[in-house]
């Protein structure tokens, strides 16, 4: 694992070149602490830098930039290649393999480029990498990203520079970047709490999209990236040829989760796994210690608040497996106290708030282990979030309803003779049975009821903000997946699994522990997202996924092979942190501060008056804004850092800003 970083001028190299580079891979050097590395093509006006965190071939002949066995190539790569034994056997029985000089995986994909070229080597692939590649021949820059985007990468032009990096600290600190704030990227966040691809929160800087890759030559305008592995087409195909609801269709999921394991548990150093005893993680752990032969390295965290804390399901599952169990019960000043680094962490606007006890778990496991194998992707893959069962029975519900009667039936939901009623009935009722919260659902409810189709109602239930261009000023909302051409499938749940992966789960969950987990120097694996796994799992029909209100169903099957029902049948937790209470409480000063209208209304981005009435509304109890204050907080708090760079004018200036 490791970061990269570079650029193509368009005058050539100058004077600055090594010193630009060295700031820009000096920036994440938390990516790769173990080694760094430059090379230059002064006459292209090319600079590829790396910085490496050892995990194969801990060698000098696993070094980069790395140059291919006929100098054609050069390359600097950032993940694995899960298959680069396979690929390589290959290469020698086609009797084109060079004389190895070592065993990484990078060694192969550059021989392998050599002889498939790009588009043909990535489909071959089976991994997580984002990587650069520089064509010497053709003076051709080309920027690659794994599948369902576990690594990161960002370019965009600046200044005659077309910059990429790892991430966007990497560009950031070449002098020559100039940008300016995205409005319309951060009506995006406000929606998300992240910023969706191909965008950044940074004009004309851009995420290479998953499964993508994009020729870039110098002088040109970046092109348009291009497609190698359709992921629309796999969940379609999966839809249309579903395999049957068996024993072997389990018992072959099975195999291929095996196979997907024992592919990520290769490693140079120490390996282990995160494990929160849920169903994700501990089907990952399982299948690793039953490969294993000795005892597998586990990892969790707690807190001390119940609602919160899943340390005890871990620590019962770890005893029954037989791991190496090791469990840190962080409190809330370890947790308050990384709030003011979020920024310089996740680099942009980012605030998905179980980016917290992440980080804590990441740094936790660094202490041990520089590889481990997480349970990210299961909830994608087989209908695991309870949002999936609420959003289909409100469906069923909306659409056979009168559009005629929806405004009257808005407007008796927003009352507060109706909210008075429901209050008083509720508090009738027993304890299991009263519904909480009322002020609050009942209005987010009249909300749902001008949507018209589900698609629309979806976007709706996942978003923070409903009007973030009402927030943002000057912004106007871009289009993204949920307004495009949706998928032809008549399964809701099927629906709403296709605009995850394709969303959330890069943009939100991978990116959070791609951050976190870099941010120590841990390389963070992800089985689940295997791209055959994730093919195999698309012709699993939905019936055979969740069934009866019970999610995971395949998952399940093969875990309680390997683990107690009773160990894991629980309900979904999350893995989150009290946002809410800690926003009244320990982070009240902080919140307050950042929130102050003089100071929105002098920045100029943000509109004063909704935010302050929802932080108003908030604290008096009315409703329950803590997710929507976290988002304007983690923009106001990365804003507060990173101001000076929307108005630089000179290298000092940047410089300057990231202080």
């Not at 998300?192 to 191909?198: D, F, L, Q």
Request: charged share 25%; net charge neutral.
């Amino acid at each position: 694992m490791c970061g990269i970083a570079g650029y193509i001028f368009d005058e050539g190299i100058d004077d600055r070149a090594v010193e630009s580079l060295e700031a820009m891979i000096g920036a994440i050097t938390h990516r790769g602490p173990d080694d760094a590395g430059m090379w230059f093509d002064r006459s292209a006006g090319v600079g590829l830098g790396h910085r490496r965190l050892s995990i194969l071939d801990l060698s000098p002949a696993g070094r980069q930039p790395m140059v291919s066995a006929s100098g054609r190539y050069v390359i600097v790569f950032n993940g694995e290649i899960y298959n680069h034994a396979e690929l390589r056997r290959e290469l020698e029985r086609s009797g084109v393999a060079p004389e190895w000089r070592g065993h990484s995986d990078t060694e192969v994909l550059l021989a392998a480029l050599e002889h498939w070229a790009i588009a043909e080597t990535l489909r071959r692939s089976n991994g997580m990498f984002a990587f650069a590649l520089w064509d010497r021949h053709n003076r051709a820059l080309y920027l690659a990203r794994d599948r369902l985007g576990e690594k990161p990468l960002y370019y965009g032009r600046t200044s005659g520079y077309l910059l990429f990096g790892s991430e966007l600290k990497a560009l950031r600190a070449h002098p020559a970047f100039r940008s300016k704030l995205d409005r319309d990227a951060l009506a995006l966040y406000l929606r998300h709490n992240y910023v969706p691809s191909p965008w950044t929160i940074w004009r004309g800087i851009h995420k290479l999209p998953p499964a993508h890759y994009l020729e870039v030559r110098r002088g040109t305008a970046a092109g348009t990236p291009e497609c190698y592995w359709d992921f629309r087409a796999v969940a379609e195909g999966g839809a249309r040829d579903p395999l049957p609801d068996s024993g072997e269709s389990i018992a072959g999921l099975e195999a291929l989760m095996r196979n997907a394991v024992a592919m990520r548990m290769e490693a140079d150093v120490p390996l282990g796994a995160f494990l929160s005893g849920g169903i994700d993680s501990s089907t990952i752990v399982a299948l690793m210690q039953a490969q294993s032969s000795r005892k597998v390295r586990t990892f969790s965290i707690g807190f001390k608040e119940d609602a919160f804390n899943e340390a005890n399901f871990a620590a019962a599952v770890a005893r029954h497996l037989g791991t190496d169990h090791t469990e840190l019960y962080v409190s809330a000043d370890d947790a308050l106290a990384l709030v003011p680094r979020l920024p310089e962490i996740w680099d942009e606007p980012f605030s998905d708030s179980s980016q917290l006890p992440t980080y804590l778990l990441c740094q936790l496991t660094r202490r041990s282990v520089t590889v481990s194998l997480s349970g990210d992707g299961g909830d994608e893959l087989f209908a695991g979030y309870g949002r999936y069962a609420l959003t289909a029975r409100m469906w069923r519900f909306l659409a056979p309803l009168p559009r005629r009667l929806r405004p009257f039936m808005a407007m008796l939901l927003r009352s507060s003779r109706t909210a008075a009623v429901l209050r008083g009935v509720s508090a009738l009722l027993p304890g299991s049975l009263e519904v909480e919260h009322l002020a609050d659902r009942l209005p987010k409810a009249a909300e749902l009821l001008d949507v018209d189709s589900f698609s629309s109602l979806y976007r709706r239930m996942i978003s923070h903000w409903k009007q973030p261009s009402q927030i943002v000023l000057n912004a106007s909302e871009p289009d993204t997946v949920f307004v495009d051409a949706a998928p032809p499938f008549t399964d809701l749940t099927q629906f709403m699994m296709y605009w995850d992966t394709l969303t959330y789960l890069p943009d939100d969950v991978l990116t959070k522990v791609d951050r976190a987990s870099m941010a120590v120097s841990l390389e963070a694996r992800v089985p689940f997202l295997d791209h055959r796994l994730v093919e195999y799992a698309w012709r699993l029909p939905p019936h055979a996924k969740v069934r009866g209100g019970e999610t995971k169903l395949p998952l399940r099957r093969i875990l309680y092979r390997y683990v107690p029902r009773h160990l894991v049948d629980r309900p979904k937790m999350g893995f989150g942190v009290p946002i809410q209470q800690w926003l009244t409480g320990p982070l009240r000063e902080w919140a307050e501060s950042l929130l102050n209208a003089q100071r929105m209304r002098e920045d100029g981005v943000l509109d004063a008056a909704p935010v302050v009435r929802a932080w108003e509304e908030f604290k008096s109890g009315k409703r329950r804004w803590h997710a929507q204050i976290w988002d304007i907080l983690m923009f106001q708090a990365w804003w507060e850092r990173n101001r000076g760079l929307s108005l630089a004018t000179s290298s000092e200036a940047i410089r300057g800003s990231q202080g």
